[in-house]
């Protein structure tokens, strides 16, 4: 798990609140990936980034905006969220996005 | 609608016995892949076999792919109480890095 770091562990949030989860790969790889894993629901792919560049964006709604400054680090800002955005967000790299991917320990994110 | 799902939703096995998952999806591959959870943590990849492979093996760990049935199997041999985790099938249709999972498989190991 150390390759890929996520920060914090666990957040509460208002509604109204913003805040940013930060993930970190030090695996030397070039795709970044954020997903939402739902209770009772399969891990959802929220998005891809391959060399910085922002490749896939799974119908997410815009108070997720994702944030790729390098191929090291990736952030998912969230703004004015819902309850029901109460979830565990996992970060992932890979090689390429044809590899593996490498997970982070997530952050356990709910939402007031 | 989902890609990948497993078969069955829940497992409870004594120490020493096979695990056996199941995964079925729906449309053509490039792979598959095999990841492990422990509760609440991220998860771990286990195995990738390519859609032009029919078997793989890594230690304890063999999966098969048939892909005239849109199928394949993890099997556990020898389990170990530290085999306790959830685990999913994830499938890689070509959309480069799109990754779908399944609901995934609950597995207990009774020391």
């Known amino acids: 798990e150390t390759g890929v770091t996520q920060t914090p562990r666990h957040l509460v949030m208002g509604m109204t609140n913003k805040k940013s989860l930060k993930c970190e790969q030090h695996l030397g790889h070039n795709a970044m990936y954020w997903y939402k894993q739902s209770a009772k629901k399969p891990l959802e792919l929220m998005f891809v980034?391959?060399?910085?560049?922002?490749?896939e964006n799974n119908s997410v709604p815009s108070r997720f905006s994702p944030e790729c400054p390098n191929s090291s680090h990736l952030f998912l800002h969230l703004h004015t969220l819902q309850p029901e955005d109460s979830a565990l967000y996992l970060c992932a790299s890979s090689q390429t996005t044809v590899n593996e991917q490498f997970f982070g320990p997530g952050t356990r994110l709910t939402v007031l | 609608s989902q890609q990948g799902e497993e078969d069955p939703q829940a497992l409870s096995i004594q120490e020493g016995e096979n695990a056996t998952m199941n995964c079925s999806y729906k449309?053509?591959?490039?792979?598959l892949q095999w990841y492990r959870q422990n509760s609440g943590r991220g998860l771990v990849h286990l195995i990738l076999?390519?859609?032009?492979?029919r078997e793989k093996h890594s230690g304890r760990l063999r999966v098969t792919l048939d892909t005239s049935k849109k199928s394949s199997s993890l099997l556990i041999t020898a389990s170990r109480a530290a085999d306790t985790a959830s685990y999913f099938c994830a499938t890689d249709s070509g959309s480069y890095g799109k990754l779908t999972f399944g609901q995934g498989t609950i597995l207990t190991v009774h020391p």
């Open positions: 449309t053509s591959i490039n792979n």
């Open positions: 980034y391959n060399f910085k560049e922002q490749t």
């Open positions: 076999i390519r859609s032009n492979e």
